[in-house]
């Protein structure tokens, strides 16, 4: 049993250690290399855009930042006792959705380290000149008052409505629209694993906290 809760483990520390190494790399040469709204096509449909936000993933901003810190960590807390939970059960435990699991942790965590502390390791030049990372005079924010970058952008396809359709007609659509970073990334990959192919696995988890409930 040791063995097995150990071989999870060792998945669990995989995995985010892959994306938090990944996601901030990335995160970190797009800042010191790009200016903020900069933009390059690499394809047609695939841009490095970079840009950044207060708020959820893919860009949304829908409550205030110190509270969105807060509840990231507190998500992440959450998110971390329950895959300990999981990767003790040995070798009953279900690797699949255990690295499901991981993935959705690291990209919260990958998210709320930008929160947390690139305010503090930071500048915030004005374009087109680059961030500097542990600026002498200082970062742009404090504690919990960093932006989250996003670089990566997927404008597949777009087309102008008909003038005859109603509220619209004549507008631009886009998709896809929203622009979002690796960590981002790992959380919906590691949703939508969870939910076409690890149900049975999540529905057992939330029986079995009702009955101990």
């Known amino acids: 049993m040791e063995k097995e809760t150990a071989k999870n483990i060792r998945l669990c520390a995989i995995i985010i250690a892959c994306v938090l190494i990944i996601d901030q790399t990335v995160k970190i040469i797009v800042k010191t290399n790009m200016y903020l709204g900069q933009d390059i096509a690499i394809t047609p449909w695939f841009h490095i855009l970079f840009v950044e936000n207060n708020g959820m993933a893919f860009g949304m901003e829908v409550i205030s930042k110190l509270f969105l810190s807060l509840f990231r960590i507190a998500a992440i807390i959450f998110i971390g006792y329950y895959l300990y939970k999981l990767s003790k059960r040995g070798i009953d435990a ?23 502390f690139y305010g503090i390791v930071f500048d915030d030049p004005f374009p087109p000149f680059t961030a500097t990372l542990f600026p002498e005079w200082g970062g742009y924010a404090t504690f919990l008052h960093g932006r989250v970058v996003d670089m990566l952008y997927f404008p597949l396809f777009s087309f102008t409505w008909p003038d005859w359709v109603p509220q619209i007609g004549g507008d631009e659509f886009l998709f896809f629209r929203p622009i979002f970073n690796i960590a981002d990334t ?18 057992s988890d939330l029986k079995t906290t009702d009955d101990n409930a």
């Open 94 to 116: 279900n690797r699949k959705y255990i690295a499901s699991v991981s993935l959705i942790f690291a990209g919260a965590l990958g998210n709320v380290i930008d929160c947390m």
């Open 186 to 203: 790992a959380i919906t990959i590691g949703v939508l694993v969870i939910l076409l192919f690890q149900r049975k696995s999540l529905s």
